[in-house]
């Protein structure tokens, strides 16, 4: 596949449970994003890998949040102690060198939070 | 801080033209994309400006005036399957490479 893809594409879970969302970028992508989507919202920035390590985490919420990308090409976001407010459409993006300016997504994993 | 603002939603008939609309604030800027996303699928890029003036790809077009901290995403010839959510979206500064969103324009095209 040539496209950015993402696992699970649906997850439910219960308040307070463990979830880890995976993202496989384009082959060759240095960059990767990770966003999350609101009903009716735009995509809202969560962190920015370049390569292995996390060069931007500003937008996760809380401590609660946390990704990694330990060979500098898949990455997991992983969220413990699920609220029912986490529940949005995750969205993973990746581009060729982190210009920024092209970003190619996948079609997102739909958390829903009972 | 930054802040996107774009219309929610706009209606047009097949075969028209629309615009639609972006006026953003941000502590720096490094350029204008606008992103396009249908109903459960994932934002595709469309365009992207740096500089001022108009970017021209098939269909569609993309101006910006950074003056006026203004752009604006053309349609031309709309056909149906133009029905999606469309979304401006900015790079702050060199140093973020992150996009900050719009909350998108909801475009109906209508037979």
């Known amino acids: 596949g040539a496209g950015v893809s993402q696992t699970p594409s649906n997850k439910v879970t219960e308040k307070g449970k463990y979830v880890e969302l995976r993202c496989d970028p384009i082959?060759?992508?240095?960059?990767l994003y990770w966003y999350r989507q609101s009903l009716g919202q735009g995509p809202e920035f969560l962190i920015y890998f370049q390569g292995t390590g996390a060069a931007d985490d500003s937008g996760l919420p809380n401590d609660r949040f946390f990704a990694v990308r330990p060979e500098g090409s898949v990455s997991t976001l992983k969220i413990q102690r699920t609220e029912r407010g986490d529940s949005a459409v995750y969205l993973c993006?990746?581009?060729?060198?982190?210009?920024?300016?092209?970003?190619?997504f996948g079609p997102g994993t739909r958390l829903l939070v009972l | 801080g930054q802040s996107l603002e774009q219309p929610s939603e706009v209606t047009a008939v097949e075969g028209a033209i629309v615009q639609i609309n972006c006026t953003y604030q941000?502590?720096?800027?490094?350029?204008l994309s606008w992103y396009q996303q249908h109903d459960g699928g994932a934002p595709t890029f469309l365009s992207y400006n740096a500089l001022d003036g108009l970017e021209e790809t098939g269909r569609f077009s993309s101006f910006l005036s950074r003056s006026d901290s203004y752009g604006y995403l053309l349609l031309q010839e709309l056909q149906m399957k133009d029905s999606a959510s469309y979304f401006c979206?900015?790079?702050?500064?060199?140093?973020?490479?992150?996009?900050?969103f719009g909350s998108g324009t909801r475009l109906q095209v209508q037979p």
């Open positions: 993006a990746s581009s060729l060198s982190g210009s920024g300016e092209t970003q190619y």
């Open positions: 941000t502590s720096g800027f490094y350029g």
């Open positions: 082959s060759g992508h240095t960059a």
């Open positions: 979206a900015v790079r702050s500064d060199t140093g973020r490479r992150a996009l900050t």
